[in-house]
């Protein structure tokens, strides 16, 4: 297939690309990585008026430690976090995910907050976003919002992104000392979509856990952060019986979602098996 015709506007930098939505309008479209909208474009799923391609846009791309976040611009490639983009906890945990997303080709050009804006259920940058409490930056021609992580996730394939925003930047949280993380994964393939994924992050002190960071992804129309959860993990030394029980509570308050890949029974199951892997590895 090919896609539907289109007009292409290449703007060069973050002034000239909000300028071009507003121009626009629900015609316009950002073209980030290309590795999810042109595979929808060429199927006919996304038949964009204009293609506002971002690719030129250099004050997009960086990765900028700044005092507590790590500030992700809207350029950054998904193969920046092949090795770890700063020293510490998040960076471990970032280049632990990164292997995870796709296949090495997709992620020489799919972007970080391409995966965000997007919003695919499924996608391991969006868990990792809703569990650390990620903030987005949405920059227009009436200038700039933020919006936290718990705001900015609507449903599959929405967004607090509107027809005339760029998501320009995502700030994560960076994890300070005493901080360590799990992830696990279940797909049926290397490279493909999760089944169900879930990513822990705890900070243990003195053999106690003083703060955690739970979330699973892929078993809902988003990922989901248990914060009540992280709560009943805070103050108790990790132990076998105390993940068996978060699992299982993680188990139980969840529906997920059932297709062609599996059933909500299985990815329940599923639930259980990965929530439970992470924190055994974060505790590790
Ligand atoms: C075979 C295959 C396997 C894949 N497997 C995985 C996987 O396992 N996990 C995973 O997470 N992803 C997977 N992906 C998707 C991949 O990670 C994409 O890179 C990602 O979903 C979108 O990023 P992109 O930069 O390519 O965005 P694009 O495809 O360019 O854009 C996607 C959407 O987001 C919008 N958009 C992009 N950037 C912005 C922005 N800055 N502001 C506003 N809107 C924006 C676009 O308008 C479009 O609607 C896979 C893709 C392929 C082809």
């Known amino acids: 297939m090919k896609p539907a015709s289109f007009v292409y506007v290449r703007p060069g930098s973050r002034s000239e690309i909000v300028a071009a939505l507003a121009e626009h309008g629900a015609d ?8 999810s909208l042109v595979a929808a474009m060429n199927f006919r799923l996304a038949r964009p008026g204009v293609i506002i391609d971002i690719n030129r846009a250099g004050d997009l791309d ?7 976040v790590l500030a992700i611009g809207a350029l950054t490639r998904h193969a920046a976090f092949h090795k770890p983009p700063v020293e510490g906890p998040l960076g471990a945990l970032l280049a ?25 259920p499924a996608s391991e940058w ?7 409490g990620a903030e987005m930056v949405i920059a227009n021609n009436n200038g700039e919002r933020t919006c936290p992580a718990a705001e900015f996730f609507r449903g599959t394939f929405t967004t607090a992104v509107g027809e005339q925003d760029l998501l320009a930047e995502v700030r994560l949280p960076m994890l300070g000392a005493g901080w360590r993380s799990g992830f696990h994964e279940f797909s049926r393939r290397a490279g493909d979509f999760a089944l169900a994924m879930s990513l822990a992050a705890l900070k243990l002190e ?3 856990i003083t703060a955690a960071r739970l979330g699973v992804g892929g078993v809902s129309d988003r990922a989901i952060r248990l914060s009540k959860l992280e709560q009943e993990l805070v103050g108790k030394p990790p132990s076998k019986a105390l993940f068996q029980d978060v699992a299982a509570s993680a188990q139980a308050g969840i529906r997920p979602t059932a297709d062609i890949h599996g059933s909500s029974e299985y990815r329940s199951d599923l639930i259980r098996a990965v929530v439970g892997r992470a924190l055994t590895e974060a505790a590790a």
Do not use: E, M
Request: glycine share 14%; aromatic share 6%; hydrophobic share 40%.
């Open 28 to 35: 316009g479209k950002v073209l980030a990585g290309g590795q």
């Open 62 to 68: 960086y990765l900028r430690p700044s005092g507590d």
């Open 96 to 120: 632990k995910v990164v292997r995870h997303i796709a296949h090495y080709p997709i992620r020489q050009r799919g972007t970080f907050t391409g995966s965000l804006a997007h919003a695919d």
């Open 126 to 132: 969006c868990l990792v976003a809703a569990t650390l």
């Open 206 to 208: 003195n053999g106690v």
